[in-house]
């Protein structure tokens, strides 16, 4: 039999709900990809099965039909067309309900079931637990197969962050901890304030210097740590700034004056700096008591006086170079004994700089011609302690300088003027040559000894008596060139002058160590200094030998005359 039109309408009725549940089917995944929620997911993919029913029953309406028009035809082939009919009839609805039954099951396996499955995951997830839990796969690679790997690695994504952010939270606590440790053990005060000028927060060190328990410097306000005019005005500062005003003390350090919990006011230093906070602009200020540190740069400027004034009243000249070589400074005196470099003596010239450029000012007596040799001689020996040798500046100035290396580098130099000693050294010298030309001339026995009894002059006739060169006799004693019970003798004699300070003189018989034995008379008579002590004595010994002869010659004389004489009266 050929099927009508209602029939294959009703067929592709069929037909079209089986093509809108393989449509409902995409949906789904495609609902599943962006997340949707399960209960409308069903809602979304539900499928209108009335038109198949429609069909099914306009099958069976179509078969009674056939059958009623059909009622004539013989009744055999009626029954037997019939039968077919019922039969055909039964076997398409058993299909359509099988196919029916498998699309739902094809439905709660492959969609529903899987749908489910990924529901029931996605609400097992927990942020706080990551990597607990994952998408059922199973490996097929359809839609919903490729839905669930993508979730998981969706949350394989979500896992690597939250394991970043837990570490980086640890990392942060830890920081801050390290930070809360760093400044709370501090010897530097820390304090924060806000826009109104609250303190926010302070650390252990702020509360130690102003004299505060522990937090309660927290929410008061900050000029209660400044003394007057400051407190009044701190609020107004902060207004000022906060409307554009000029910041003339955010990013500099300064010193200022602090106000203790006692009301005592102290040196303070502090460095002040904005932030700006979630919460606002706030302002972080390091603050550190300064009194111990202000008293000792008292101290050391006193220190300081005092050694420039210690310094400057040496009274030689005075100078200290640092361990480069370099003056650190000097007193006027030293200034002043070198009068063509005097403007070379600043502070922190070099040695070296010094001596070339005075050098050919023509400063030293002893660099002339030489200049540059002069130069290294004086810096080669700067290597060393140098013991006191002089430096003749030109014409009759003369300095006796001494160089002194310190403990840890650098140098002490020390200048004296000797220019009136040398002068005196001079005159002395043109003394005793003139003395030593006008008692070698003298028909005496001259000698100076010290206050210990050195002798340092004798004349001419002091070598001839003695046989003993007047170089091998300075500096020596009595001892050292007459017998000793005559030199005890002597030293017995030159202490009654030194020690009575009066002068002697006395006649005596004396054997010289030329052989001799002389007839003298010897003078002793102290030496006294500008201040009136003795410090040695002169001996002048005037051989009266010869007188003696003349006048024992003379007696003998006298006595023969008067024995003539007493025999001329006995004749008589």
């Given at each position: 039999l050929g ?10 009725d ?9 449509g ?10 962006i997340?949707?929620p ?13 038109p ?5 029953l306009?099958l069976?309406?179509a ?7 059909k ?15 019922n039969?055909?009839a ?8 099988i ?5 739902a099951?094809?439905?709660r396996?492959?969609?529903?079931n899987?749908l ?8 097992r997830i927990d942020?706080?637990?990551p990597g ?7 490996q ?9 790997a ?20 640890t990392a942060?606590?830890q920081n801050?901890?390290?930070i809360s440790?760093?400044i709370g053990?501090?010897v530097?005060g ?20 102003f004299g505060?328990r522990?937090?309660?410097m927290?929410?008061k306000n900050v000029?209660?740590l400044?003394?007057?005019?400051h ?22 350090t300064r ?6 919990k006692?009301?005592?006011?102290f ?22 008591d300064?009194s111990r540190f202000k008293?000792?740069?008292?101290k ?6 005092l050694?420039?004034?210690a ?7 005075f100078?200290?170079?640092d361990a480069?070589?370099r ?5 006027s005196?030293?200034?002043h004994?070198?009068s063509?470099?005097v403007?070379l003596l600043?502070?922190?010239r070099?040695i070296k700089?010094?001596?070339?450029e ?9 660099a ?7 130069v290294a001689?004086?810096l080669?020996?700067?290597k060393?302690?140098r013991?006191?040798y002089?430096?003749?500046l ?14 840890h580098g650098g ?17 002395r010298r043109?003394?005793r ?12 026995f ?6 210990e009894?050195?002798?340092q002059?004798?004349?001419q006739?002091?070598e001839k ?15 050292d ?9 002597f030293?017995?004699?030159d202490?009654e ?5 009066t ?9 010289y160590?030329d ?17 009136g ?12 030998t010869?007188r ?8 003998d004389?006298?006595?023969?005359a ?11």
């Amino acid at each position: 039999l050929g099927v009508s039109q209602k029939e294959k309408n009703a067929l592709d009725d069929l037909q079209n709900v089986v093509e809108e549940y393989r449509g409902a089917i995409t949906r789904a995944e495609a609902l599943i990809n962006i997340n949707f929620p399960t209960d409308q997911i069903d809602r979304q993919v539900s499928v209108d099965d009335t038109p198949a029913m429609r069909a099914l029953l306009g099958l069976s309406n179509a078969v009674a039909s056939l059958r009623q028009s059909k009622a004539k035809v013989v009744s055999g082939e009626i029954n037997a067309l019939a039968s077919r009919i019922n039969v055909s009839a039964m076997g398409i609805g058993a299909l359509l309900v099988i196919l029916i039954l498998a699309l739902a099951w094809f439905l709660r396996t492959r969609l529903i079931n899987p749908l489910g499955n990924l529901v029931a995951a996605f609400d097992r997830i927990d942020p706080g637990a990551p990597g607990q839990v994952r998408l059922p796969s199973d490996q097929s690679g359809d839609e919903l197969d490729k839905v669930a790997a993508a979730g998981n690695q969706f949350l394989d994504a979500v896992d690597r962050h939250l394991l970043e952010r837990q570490y980086a939270e640890t990392a942060l606590r830890q920081n801050e901890a390290f930070i809360s440790a760093v400044i709370g053990s501090m010897v530097d005060g820390v304090i924060t304030i806000d826009e109104r000028g609250l303190i926010t927060s302070n650390n252990p060190a702020a509360e130690t210097i102003f004299g505060y328990r522990p937090n309660e410097m927290l929410d008061k306000n900050v000029s209660m740590l400044m003394p007057e005019p400051h407190q009044n005005s701190h609020n107004d500062y902060l207004a000022n700034y906060r409307n554009g005003g000029e910041a003339h003390f955010i990013g500099t350090t300064r010193e200022v004056r602090g106000l203790h919990k006692d009301g005592k006011e102290f040196p303070l230093s502090i460095a002040i700096s904005e932030i700006e906070a979630e919460e606002g602009r706030q302002y972080s200020g390091i603050v550190r008591d300064i009194s111990r540190f202000k008293e000792a740069e008292e101290k050391l400027r006193q220190s300081e006086s005092l050694l420039s004034t210690a310094i400057e009243t040496i009274p030689d000249g005075f100078a200290i170079f640092d361990a480069e070589d370099r003056l650190v400074r000097s007193n006027s005196k030293f200034r002043h004994l070198f009068s063509r470099s005097v403007d070379l003596l600043a502070p922190g010239r070099h040695i070296k700089h010094i001596l070339r450029e005075g050098a050919k000012r023509g400063e030293y007596e002893d660099a002339f011609g030489r200049e540059d040799e002069w130069v290294a001689e004086q810096l080669e020996a700067w290597k060393e302690d140098r013991d006191t040798y002089e430096l003749h500046l030109g014409s009759e100035q003369w300095i006796e300088a001494t160089d002194r290396l310190l403990p840890h580098g650098g140098h002490i130099s020390i200048r004296t003027d000797i220019s009136d000693r040398k002068k005196a050294e001079q005159e002395r010298r043109e003394s005793r040559k003139l003395l030593q030309s006008l008692t070698d001339n003298l028909p005496v026995f001259v000698s100076l000894k010290d206050a210990e009894g050195r002798f340092q002059f004798v004349n001419q006739l002091f070598e001839k008596w003695t046989g003993i060169g007047r170089n091998f006799i300075v500096g020596k004693t009595v001892h050292d060139i007459y017998p000793e019970d005559q030199a005890v003798q002597f030293d017995i004699e030159d202490r009654e002058v030194i020690d009575g300070g009066t002068a002697t003189s006395r006649e005596k018989d004396l054997l010289y160590p030329d052989g001799e034995t002389r007839s003298v008379i010897s003078t002793r008579f102290p030496i006294f200094t500008s201040t009136g002590a003795v410090n040695g004595l002169g001996t002048i010994n005037f051989d009266i030998t010869e007188r003696k002869k003349a006048e024992q010659a003379m007696l003998d004389a006298k006595a023969e005359a008067e024995k003539a004489n007493d025999a001329k009266s006995e004749f008589l």
